[in-house]
């Protein structure tokens, strides 16, 4: 999506792997995790796929008034923990998407 490439201002190092394949499995646990939860990625060289593991904490979003605003702040949460490290995508710019798809997805 050419508009989240501008907003992030996605890096070389992800616009150089343009044959490889990103992805990011998002996985709930209902087991005591108050957090979300990112595992360091799987980089897959024959594939070409690096994969990034997200752990969200289902009992406490579904235990939310409100289950899709508590997915959305745990899911960005995430993001920023591997966004930043792995892309160097600064927080603001990862706040600025999060608040366009709230504002879209959360209207009451």
Do not use: G
């Not at 190092?13 to 957090?35: A, E, G, P, V, Y």
């Not at 008034?65 to 927080?91: G, M, R, V, Y």
Request: proline share 4%; no cysteine; aromatic share 12%.
């Amino acid at each position: 999506n050419k508009e989240l490439e501008s907003i992030l201002n996605v890096s070389d190092k992800i616009r150089n792997q343009k044959n490889w394949l990103f992805t990011i499995s998002i996985l709930f646990d209902d087991k005591k995790l108050t957090k979300p939860r990112v595992e360091k990625p799987y980089y897959n060289k024959r594939d070409e796929l690096v994969d990034w593991v997200m752990w969200m904490p289902l009992e406490i979003i579904e235990n939310s008034s409100n289950p899709l605003k508590e997915f959305f702040t745990f899911l960005f949460d995430a993001l920023k923990i591997f966004l930043n490290q792995e892309f160097l995508i600064d927080e603001n710019s990862i706040n600025e998407v999060q608040e366009k798809i709230e504002n879209k997805y959360l209207v009451n």
